[in-house]
């Protein structure tokens, strides 16, 4: 079993910046890859990025490419994700995900284990 802990969520105004974090406590083979989705109101629940154990590989959604980044502390059991140059359309729960292996999928579906969300409201 694999428990993940969101926070950081919050307000900001277009343009500005937030960094979420997510606490991994479990088992550590289930949580190899880790990955950020969201959710806004009245949409599925859509990919924003993943990392591998090493760190040295990880995948971002074009919506988000050059403004979010994605990183991880193993020894803190931590993930974390920069998010820069915030949009509206940014708006949105975000949720932290984890699945064992070596491959980074963009598909909720692939991944085992969700924490509760956190909220992040972006204004124009």
């Known amino acids: 079993q694999v428990q993940l802990v969101e926070s950081g969520g919050g307000l900001v105004q277009a343009g500005g910046s937030l960094r979420l974090s997510c606490a991994v406590s479990g088992r550590t083979s289930s949580s190899d890859v880790m990955g950020w989705f969201r959710q806004a109101p009245g949409k599925e629940r859509e990919f924003v990025a993943a990392i591998s154990w090493s760190r040295s590989i990880t995948d971002y959604a074009d919506s988000v490419k050059g403004r979010f980044t994605i990183s991880r502390d193993n020894a803190k059991n931590m993930v974390y994700l920069q998010m820069n140059s915030l949009k509206p359309e940014d708006t949105a729960v975000y949720y932290c995900?984890?699945?064992?292996?070596?491959?980074?999928?963009?598909?909720?579906?692939?991944?085992?284990?969700w924490g509760q969300g956190t909220q992040v409201t972006v204004s124009s």
């Open positions: 995900a984890a699945r064992g292996g070596r491959l980074l999928y963009p598909t909720a579906g692939k991944y085992d284990y």
